[in-house]
């Protein structure tokens, strides 16, 4: 009898720098010690998975173009709390590399090197106006969220 692979799968809602600094620290760890990582963006998570790092008016319509701005990218991304007017993200970016811990982008290429699953949810991106070739190459599908329970079934989940 095998064993089966060991799951996490995570729901990537924030936007914010250090909740996604936190998905990504937990699936880059699971996935190193062989854990099969599924993360599921959505909402102001797709901001993770974006192609444009800054801030872009993508969308499909004039609505969703300026939430498109104001979500603004993997490189703009604020902080949940204490965020000074963006410089938040900056004074955790340098303490980050001051402590030789992993930036949010140096999470994000090793989850992709490690192989983590990455999911956008369809519905939010119907919702706010995004295509899949508005996300990186490495996202692997175009998920709803019934789809997305099949997946993760079997293992840990968590709402981020």
Known sequence: MSEEKKKLS?????????????????????????????IFF????????KQKKGRSFI???FLTKIF???MGGLHVTPTSRFNFW????RIFRYLMRKNNVATLEELVEAAVALGVNLYACEMA????????SDFIHEVKDTLGVATFLEISEGGRTMFI
């Open 10 to 38: 995570l729901i990537a809602f924030s936007g914010d720098f250090d909740k996604l600094t936190a998905v990504f620290t937990l699936a880059t760890g699971a996935a190193s010690v062989g854990y099969q990582v599924n």
């Open 125 to 132: 991106m119907h919702v706010l106006g995004l295509k899949q």
């Open 59 to 61: 969308g499909g319509n």
């Open 86 to 89: 963006g410089l938040g993200p």
């Open 68 to 70: 498109g701005f104001m």
């Open 42 to 49: 959505t909402f102001w998570g797709l901001d993770a998975i």
